[in-house]
Nanobody
């Protein structure tokens, strides 16, 4: 079983930037894709961005051009650089890992709050 530990959330003003990190430890042999989903109060959870071990990526339309996902395979760590943040980006961001680029996997982080507000 793999464990995912996230860091990097917080409060930022509109137009600002944050970087989230997620490190996988334990038995991670079956992890092919890692990424982030988010859930705002009263809304469903949505995929935000994902990346495979080979570097293929997925971004939701709402974050394309503003967010960049990257991965350090040697460290089993994925990063989400979030620029030009908007109030609608406010949510709990969950790191997720599994075997598919476009489908959430079985491994989850604890979640980190991102709040965009002036």
């Amino acid at each position: 079983q793999a464990q995912l530990v996230e860091s990097g959330g917080g409060l930022v003003q509109p137009g600002g930037s944050l970087r989230l990190s997620c490190a996988a430890s334990g038995s991670a042999f079956d992890i092919y894709a890692m990424g982030w989903s988010r859930q705002a109060p009263g809304k469903q959870r949505d995929l935000v961005a994902r990346i495979t071990t080979g570097g293929s990526t997925f971004y939701s339309n709402s974050v394309k051009g503003r967010f960049t996902i990257s991965r350090d395979n040697a460290k089993n760590t994925v990063y989400l650089q979030m620029n030009f943040l908007e109030p609608d980006d406010t949510a709990v961001y969950y790191c997720n890992a599994g075997s598919s680029l476009l489908i959430e996997g079985d491994y989850w982080g604890q979640g980190t709050q991102v709040t965009v507000s002036s």
